[in-house]
């Protein structure tokens, strides 16, 4: 699991330097495998405004002449072999001089014919990503000659964990936050949770924590009374003890990632892909909840999560045809599987380009039904990584709320009033602990303020 230390700081922002976080993390038992700093090279790299360009054609391969605007006066001219932009655009510009990620100085040369002075940027160029196929066009309106690294918040560091079995949660951020707050002793302010304060329906009104990108709202106090959500049927519900499942309209076709998401996402280790591809990993990567989207017009009829039957089959989102077991956990529509229940979506009901309504689900599988459909089909995933080590079922409304809000903010959707929450989780057991067993065991006093502190911060509920 790598955890960004900028992201990580949302949840506890007093934390110290990255490496100290690393050392604390290991005496919590934690395999901290790497720390480390990217970004903080890059020098010299601005924002610069396309003012023409010419295509210059040769032997080999065609390239454009472009100048660029890098300041309200004058401008730079260069050479350029990617043809995704055109006049007008911003666009990130090493002039010579700067320095790129893995100490690489730009230089003024001759080539083409020409002088080109500096280099117009790729994603991976700058340590974003990997895409190199183009170049890395900015917002209308970001800042002429503003310095890229800041702009985007380049410098980061990234600790890379070796998450063991029995410690599923660390597959999050929110896991690791609250590990760190715990060495430290500082707050851990817990991005599924907000509190209510008076005001709203029936006097309370819920009030997400600023700066928190995953922070949502109670789900009981957001749908209007009476409203329906969209059906679903759980018919094994020792193998699903909570599916909740939420749909948003009015998705804008071609919204994009921020920039600044889509850098978390890649130093996270996970492609940037869409928006709603996107909200589903951040999400994951931020709540270790995981998510999956499907394209509500590509559905037939209620959701019904049930184990496959004799002879089907499905195509995965890999693009697979699979032979299904009888023991395989599905998500099934009308027209028959439409999913490996928490290992894989089918391409049926994929999200693409042109879909503007997502049913969005959020659901809590069986670790040993994920786990053996996983491997019968030798098809590892995020989300069944996390599934297999355990998720806490109490995330599942929390982390679907995320969702509609950053498919609200990012792509212009809305939310439909209806929720589906259909919840077969045991009831809650109280256990009996008493205090001075941690003496016993542990060989030594322990008071029973610090006992009960330290309950609290690894999430118990402590009564008397």
């Known amino acids: 699991m790598k955890i960004v230390m900028s992201w990580l700081r949302e949840a506890v922002p007093a934390l110290p330097p990255a490496k100290a976080v690393a050392e604390a993390l290991i005496r919590a038992g934690f395999e901290v495998e790497a720390v480390e700093s990217v970004g903080h090279d890059l020098a010299g790299v601005v924002v610069g ?58 230089t003024a040369r001759k080539t083409y014919g020409q002088v080109s002075e500096g280099m ?53 951020l929110r896991g690791i936050a609250r590990e760190a707050a715990t060495a430290f002793g500082l707050a851990f302010d817990d991005p599924a949770v907000v509190a209510a304060v008076p005001g709203g ?3 309370v009104r819920e009030q997400a924590a600023p700066g928190h990108l995953e922070h949502v709202v109670p789900e009981q106090a957001v749908p209007e009374r009476g409203a329906v959500g969209y059906p679903v049927v759980v018919e094994d519900t020792a193998a699903c003890s909570r599916y909740v499942a939420r749909v948003v309209t009015g998705v804008r076709p071609g919204a994009v990632t921020p920039l600044r998401l889509a850098r978390r996402l890649a130093l996270s ?32 009829g209620p959701i019904v999560v049930r184990r496959a039957r004799d002879g ?87 982390a679907a709320r995320a969702a509609l809000r950053l498919l609200a903010e990012l792509a212009g959707a809305t939310a439909e009033t209806g929720v589906t929450d259909i919840d077969h989780r045991p009831s809650p057991r109280t256990i009996t602990f008493p205090l001075a067993e941690t003496a016993r065991l542990g060989g030594r006093p322990y008071p029973e303020e610090v006992v009960r502190r330290r309950l609290v911060e690894v999430g118990c509920t402590v009564a008397d």
């Open 120 to 172: 117009i940027c790729s994603a991976s160029e700058l340590g974003i990503g990997d895409d190199h196929s183009g170049i890395l066009v900015l917002p209308p309106g970001t800042p002429l000659g503003a310095d890229v690294a800041e702009l985007l918040e380049l410098a980061d560091d990234v600790l890379d964990i070796a998450v063991t079995p029995d410690r599923g949660y660390g597959l999050s």
């Open 201 to 203: 329906r029936d006097g």
């Open 312 to 398: 089907e089959r499905l195509v995965t989102l890999d693009g697979v045809k699979r032979e299904l077991d009888p023991e395989d956990l599905v998500i099934a529509d009308d027209s028959g599987p439409v999913a490996l229940a928490g290992v894989m979506g089918g391409a049926s009901t994929e999200i693409s380009s042109d879909t503007t309504e997502i049913l969005i689900e959020a659901a809590h599988f069986d670790p040993v039904a994920v786990a053996r459909t996983a491997r019968r089909h030798q098809l590892g995933s995020e989300a069944s990584r996390r599934f297999e080590r355990g998720v806490d079922p109490a995330l599942a409304p929390a």
């Open 269 to 300: 280790g996970m492609r940037p892909i869409s928006v709603p591809v996107d909200v589903t990993n951040l999400i994951m990567l931020g709540l270790g909840q995981p998510l999956h989207a499907f394209d509500r017009a590509k559905l037939s």
């Open 49 to 106: 405004e396309v003012v023409s360009i010419e295509l210059v054609r040769t032997k080999k391969k065609d390239v454009r002449w472009v100048q660029v605007r890098v300041a309200e006066t004058g401008t730079r001219g260069v050479i350029c072999g990617a043809f995704n932009f055109e006049v007008g655009n911003r666009v990130a510009v090493a002039l010579p001089g700067a320095v790129l990620p893995g100490g690489f100085t730009i």
